[in-house]
């Protein structure tokens, strides 16, 4: 089982940059894909980025070029960069950790990201 926390978001202004933390305990971290999802007010939730246990990545057309993800092992963490940002990045930003062998994915609670024009 693995547990995410989120951390990091905050309030900037368009242009700025963020960076979002999650810490997923658990001792089968490496076995798990890595996810991020965003929620904007009024809208479903969309998969901005993920990272594979062996670290291949995937974007929203959305966002690459201004999102990075990144995962630690040892550190049980996971990371996503966003530069660039615009106010409709804003939006509540979820850790999921996906097991391909379980099936079983596990969520954060949140963590909130408002980009002001």
């Known amino acids: 089982q693995v547990q995410p926390v989120e951390s990091g978001g905050g309030l900037v202004h368009a242009g700025g940059s963020l960076r979002l933390s999650c810490t997923a305990s658990g001792p089968t971290f490496h076995n798990h894909v890595m996810r991020w999802y965003r929620q904007a007010p009024g809208k479903q939730r969309e998969l901005v980025a993920s990272i594979s246990t062996g670290g291949m990545t995937n974007y929203a057309d959305s966002v690459k070029g201004r999102f990075t993800i990144s995962r630690d092992n040892a550190k049980k963490m996971v990371y996503l960069q966003l530069v660039s940002l615009r106010p409709d990045d804003t939006a509540v930003y979820y850790c999921?950790?996906?097991?391909?062998?379980?099936?079983?994915?596990?969520w954060g609670q949140g963590t909130q990201v408002t980009v002001s024009s």
């Open positions: 999921n950790a996906f097991g391909p062998l379980t099936g079983r994915e596990y």
